[in-house]
């Protein structure tokens, strides 16, 4: 409670202690509410905001303890327009600041979200005191005059069969519905049913429990075409055939289809003139051929394709849906919806197939993850860049099992600007056999190339030597882990070991012939003085020695650089059998 008046003028305290003090503020018909809830009511009362209050409200639809992503608070909030006319991101926005104000005044716990069970009571007991928000769980157990005035309704149902009623309830704007997965469901059949009772609906939603790898054929009603009000629909986790119902739906916002199977994504879709955000992921299409539906929905701002089309499809959805104008998120092919904002993921993809189109979707995309890259292309700069057509944007690159990749920067040709990726921030490379070369010269062109560059990180490169040529700054680079690499016998020059100021955490695991960290390249010959004060990798908080028969120390003994045991927090060194260590120093 006292969260939720910190910065309170003085009179807002008195006015609280007051209701505190004065018992029969909290009296009803139902009895006299327990003093420990006395602080949460006061804490909600607090909050003076209609949005942040109704958020509130909508976390106690879900069961005791539930983790509620806030994603799916975020789509329930559009359907209720909670952010008005204002862009999915901006709606995104506003819902995490309404929860921050709940998890600072303690009415929501921290995690995906989490209500204590004690505040989910309370909450509860103010919605039923509601006159606009009257909230009921279990539906199924209830009758239809219990649902009559109800704002929001829900019900998970547990090792049991669902039974329902008709439903006449003019005002309910949420519906949830939810079944667990630990008994065997055939389906889920709630085709007797009619929506002639709830047409103001704005959120729709039934949901199979994620952790299920069961998928069930949903029956709907044939009067879902009535629910023209819903904006919101989610039905997660079922099998259908025919969903060309949705675009009946006209005043539909947010489609969210994950984990579903059905035939063909309608061609009509493009009628649906405020749809803003489709998720498809996990689903699985069963069309023969891409018909191009996405790219008629003009409105659109994120998408979520997630391992739903066929690959062979995927050089035409690239070339569609790069003409929405407002498409501001996007997530395709990548099975775990990352953090990122453009996003794609593609497997066995002849990336040729895009010289023949002037525009594609991955010219604007900041992570690009390529498994097995066909086409052609021997570098990423300037061979696939050449052929994307620029991506000035990509700020994460991950490449695996590429194997006619030889080298990420080739700076032996002549290319022009917008061949480069200046924005590089995160490049992973994994299995990839032919690979020699990070950066192949000129070498002062190399620089630019991984000036930004805070994440890197390779596994099973066998044939990659020198892999960090002594001109490379690499200032900015955090975090590093190599693993099954072909080092030689010192992985960086001294003078480059010295630029690495904001390296934090390293890890170098079974490179074989690896002496020495740090030292003399083949183009350096210290003396025993020059590097005798300085100080070597200030920051790092992290080491991780794994498996280096060869390892002697971090660095030769002519070297006398300083190590920074101040900073270290965490040191493991393991299978390294010709390591000495009294170079470390710790304190």
């Given at each position: ?288 051929t891409y018909n191009g539906a996405i790219g008629k929905c003009l409105q659109l701002e994120e998408l979520y394709t997630s391992t739903s089309y066929p690959k062979a499809y995927f050089h035409e959805i690239t070339v569609d849906i790069v003409t929405l104008p407002k498409l501001q998120r996007f997530v395709l092919n990548h099975p775990i919806t990352p953090e990122g904002k453009k996003v794609i993921q593609v497997e066995d993809f002849n990336i040729s197939k895009l010289k023949a189109f002037k525009k594609n979707i991955m010219q604007i995309a900041e992570t690009i993850s390529f498994i097995s890259l066909n086409g052609g292309c021997k570098n990423i700069i300037p061979d696939m860049v050449g052929v994307v ?199």
């Amino acid at each position: 409670m006292a969260s939720s008046l910190k910065g309170k003028h003085n009179i807002e305290w008195q006015s609280t202690l007051a209701k505190l003090m004065d018992s029969k503020v909290f009296h009803d018909h139902e009895g006299r509410v327990m003093d420990d809830l006395k602080c949460l009511k006061s804490s909600f009362d607090c909050l003076q905001n209609r949005e942040t209050e109704l958020i509130f409200l909508m976390c106690c639809m879900f069961p005791e303890d539930y983790h509620i992503p806030i994603e799916d608070l975020m789509r329930y909030a559009i359907g209720l327009r909670l952010g008005r006319t204002y862009s999915l991101q901006s709606t995104r926005n506003l819902v995490q600041a309404h929860i921050n104000k709940l998890l600072d005044s303690c009415l929501l716990m921290h995690g995906c979200v989490k209500m204590h069970d004690m505040v989910r009571d309370i909450a509860l007991w103010i919605s039923r005191r509601s006159d606009n928000h009257k909230i009921l769980v279990s539906i199924d157990k209830l009758e239809d005059a219990s649902l009559r005035d109800c704002f929001a309704a829900s019900s998970w149902w547990y090792n049991k069969n669902p039974i329902f009623r008709q439903w006449h309830s003019p005002s309910l704007k949420i519906l949830l519905l939810n079944i667990n997965e630990s008994r065997s469901w055939n389906s889920l059949d709630i085709s007797h049913l009619t929506f002639e009772g709830i047409e103001e609906l704005k959120v729709f939603s039934v949901t199979i429990d994620y952790y299920t790898s069961q998928i069930i054929p949903l029956l709907l009603p044939p009067s879902t075409h009535l629910l023209t009000n819903v904006r919101t629909l989610r039905l997660n986790g079922f099998k259908f055939g025919d969903i060309s119902f949705i675009t009946s739906l006209t005043r539909l916002e947010v489609l969210d289809l994950r984990r579903s199977h059905f035939n063909e994504f309608p061609n009509k879709i493009g009628e649906l003139k405020r749809l803003k955000l489709i998720d498809l992921s996990l689903c699985h299409i069963f069309q023969k051929t891409y018909n191009g539906a996405i790219g008629k929905c003009l409105q659109l701002e994120e998408l979520y394709t997630s391992t739903s089309y066929p690959k062979a499809y995927f050089h035409e959805i690239t070339v569609d849906i790069v003409t929405l104008p407002k498409l501001q998120r996007f997530v395709l092919n990548h099975p775990i919806t990352p953090e990122g904002k453009k996003v794609i993921q593609v497997e066995d993809f002849n990336i040729s197939k895009l010289k023949a189109f002037k525009k594609n979707i991955m010219q604007i995309a900041e992570t690009i993850s390529f498994i097995s890259l066909n086409g052609g292309c021997k570098n990423i700069i300037p061979d696939m860049v050449g052929v994307v057509g620029g991506m000035n944007g990509l700020t994460s690159l991950h490449l695996a099992s590429c194997q006619k990749i030889e080298c990420i920067f080739d700076a032996t040709y002549d290319f022009n600007e917008d061949n480069l990726i200046c924005n590089l921030v995160k490049l992973r490379l994994q299995r990839m056999e032919n690979l020699t070369q990070l950066c192949r010269d000129p070498p002062m062109q190399v620089l630019r190339y991984l000036e930004k560059l805070e994440e890197l990180e390779i596994q099973h490169c066998i044939w990659l030597c020198n892999i960090f040529p002594s001109e490379c700054t690499l200032r900015n680079l955090k975090i590093l882990n190599l693993s099954d690499c072909g080092s030689g016998e010192v992985l960086f020059s001294a003078s480059l070991a010295q630029r690495l100021a904001q390296l934090q955490k390293m890890c170098i695991s079974r490179a074989p012939k690896l002496e020495y960290v740090f030292g003399e390249s083949y183009q350096e010959h210290l003396s025993s003085h020059q590097y005798q004060n300085h100080v070597m990798l200030p920051h790092l908080e992290a080491l991780k020695l794994l498996y280096l028969d060869n390892l002697v120390a971090m660095c030769p003994e002519n070297c006398q650089a300083k190590w920074p045991s101040q900073s270290m927090k965490m040191l493991v060194i393991l299978g390294c059998p010709k390591l000495a260590i009294p170079w470390f120093n710790l304190k």
